[in-house]
């Protein structure tokens, strides 16, 4: 017998220090361990080195990690941890993340902005995401139920003023991005954000 697919993985498995389940590290948020409150870090974009703890990314695992001590162990001591402050960083941060991919789809050109341009991009099939804001009224829904109706997916994102922002604009209601690869990226922070935010 051979083991020939082993080593074969691009994503090590880690350990979630809530649920204790393991899953591909690409799964897992990575918390830092820090000598300052609040003494965990998280590392949504994986750059920082140091001591960590892997937790999935979801208020549920966090909560676990708080209450059954996953977080004190990796800590090697008792130090207040809170789970709604560590969900708000985390959220915040593929929040960041989430705009910055939609930048990223700016400066490449593969992004439709406005109502109009949201519009004619669905009619001619070239949306893979929506991106709504949170307090976009009026057409949200019609453009939210066309891009359903075509299979892709919509994605709730902070506010028209926020968006606006991204695009040098006052506001921006709607956005919807055209490239398939940034379209998955941005739709997976924008989940997470949500997931880590989401009460019990
Ligand atoms: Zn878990």
Same mark, same amino acid.
């Given at each position: 017998?051979t083991t020939g ?54 208020r549920k695992c ?59 991009? *669905?009619?001619? @099939?070239?949306?893979? $995401? +929506?991106?709504? /804001? %949170?307090?976009? =009224?009026?057409?949200?829904? #019609?453009? &939210? ?32 991005? *055209?490239?398939? @690869?940034?379209?998955? $990226? +941005?739709?997976? /922070? %924008?989940?997470? =954000?949500?997931?880590?935010? #989401?009460? &019990?």
């Open positions: 017998m697919d082993e080593g074969h993985t691009a994503s090590p498995a880690r350990t979630c220090a809530g649920c204790r389940g393991i899953d591909a590290k690409a799964g897992l948020l990575r918390f830092v361990v820090a000598p300052v409150p609040p003494f965990l870090i998280p590392d949504v974009s994986d750059k920082l080195g140091g001591r960590g703890v892997s937790v999935h990314p979801t966090l909560e676990a990690a708080v209450r059954r001590g996953g977080f004190a162990k990796v800590l090697k001591r008792a130090v207040p941890v809170g789970t709604d402050e560590l969900a708000r960083l985390a959220a915040e941060q593929y929040t960041r993340r989430a705009e910055s991919l939609l930048v990223a789809a700016r400066r490449a050109n593969v992004i439709a902005v406005g109502t109009d341009a949201v519009r004619e991009a *669905l009619r001619e @099939g070239k949306v893979a $995401a +929506l991106v709504v /804001a %949170a307090d976009a =009224a009026g057409r949200r829904e #019609e453009l &939210e139920q066309s891009a359903e109706r075509l299979g892709k997916r919509c994605v709730v994102l902070g506010t028209k003023a926020s968006l606006g922002q991204l695009f040098g604009r006052d506001e921006v209601g709607v956005a919807a991005v *055209l490239d398939a @690869g940034i379209a998955s $990226a +941005l739709t997976r /922070a %924008a989940a997470r =954000a949500l997931a880590l935010l #989401e009460a &019990e």
